[in-house]
């Protein structure tokens, strides 16, 4: 289920106009792939595709962009198939459309929430979904899908955003069991911060409390990315960050205790953000 080779692949990739997609685009095409960025950032599209032009002059594969709403799922059917249309096949679909939004459940608003889950979650079930036609009809094909640490931690003050990479978590596990045997892979992806322009929204104040230490950039993410394609790897967590590391076995270990130690730590973080302010 592995793609070992890129030559000639045609990737789909959502949230390509930036960060962790804008990156494996690069990846990708610099081993020969036709890459198709979509984004809902249509100015910012055209100014990846020449950047990503110059970034990999020399390489033969096409570049093509298409705005898309991944919410939306007439949008997503038409970026399917014209992909397909156009380059023939869908060989990966690498999901990178995402949003973040962090804050106590106290002032977290209904909107927040099904924003997160409409375009974290929905938006990767809706490219699996139409996607899957083209694959099963060349028996092979490819998905990466973008979750986050947070999808398998459970963070405070980000309670919408675990909910939503937790989704796409699970979404990946039953999926890739309904796949078995078709000829159709999964990876799902679970980043530490990366420096992308989602966490550079982020305020000082917040930064502080969730204690954000970035380690990773789009370029590492997408390098980790197209050897885990090529090994056909289920799993790939990339937390470098030692605090975010030790969370990561306590909750495979001990989720109770891994859950009542960040909870003490949000509460002290709190605390001391208070005295300081007062």
Same mark, same amino acid.
């Given at each position: ?44 599209? =055209? ?36 992909? *397909? ?67 398998? =931690? ?20 039953? =999926? ?27 305020? *000082? ?10 380690? =990773? ?13 090529? *090994? ?47």
């Amino acid at each position: 289920m592995a793609l070992t080779k890129f030559a000639g692949a045609v990737a789909v990739i959502t949230g390509g106009a930036s960060g962790i997609g804008f990156a494996t685009a690069g990846a990708l095409r610099e081993r020969g792939a036709h890459v198709v960025l979509a984004d809902i950032n249509a100015d910012g599209l =055209l100014k990846a595709q020449e950047e990503l032009r110059r970034a990999t002059a020399g390489a033969q594969g096409e570049i093509f962009t298409v705005a898309v709403d991944v919410t939306n799922e007439v949008q997503v059917r038409g970026l399917m198939k014209r992909a *397909e249309e156009a380059l023939g096949s869908i060989d990966l679909v690498v999901t990178c459309a995402g949003i973040g939004r962090g804050g106590p459940i106290d002032t977290f608003s209904s909107g927040d929430m099904q924003n997160l889950m409409n375009i974290n979650f929905m938006g990767t079930y809706n490219c699996a979904q139409s996607a899957l036609p083209a694959m099963r009809r060349q028996g092979s094909g490819y998905f990466v899908f973008l979750s986050s640490v947070a999808g398998k =931690l459970g963070t405070p003050m980000l309670s919408g955003y675990c909910a939503s990479k937790w989704a796409v978590r699970g979404f990946s596990a039953a =999926l890739r069991a309904e796949l078995y045997g078709t000829g159709i892979g999964i990876t799902t992806v679970y980043p530490a911060w990366v420096d992308t322009p989602m966490v550079r929204q982020e305020t *000082e104040d917040e930064m502080r409390l969730l204690n954000v230490q970035i380690l =990773l950039t789009p370029q590492q993410v997408a390098s980790e990315i197209v050897q885990a394609v090529t *090994e056909g790897r289920r799993d790939l967590t990339l937390a470098p960050n030692p605090d975010i590391a030790f969370a990561l076995q306590l909750f495979t270990a001990d989720q109770d205790k891994a859950e009542d130690v960040m909870g003490q730590a949000i509460q002290q973080q709190l605390a001391t953000m208070a005295r300081q302010s007062s």
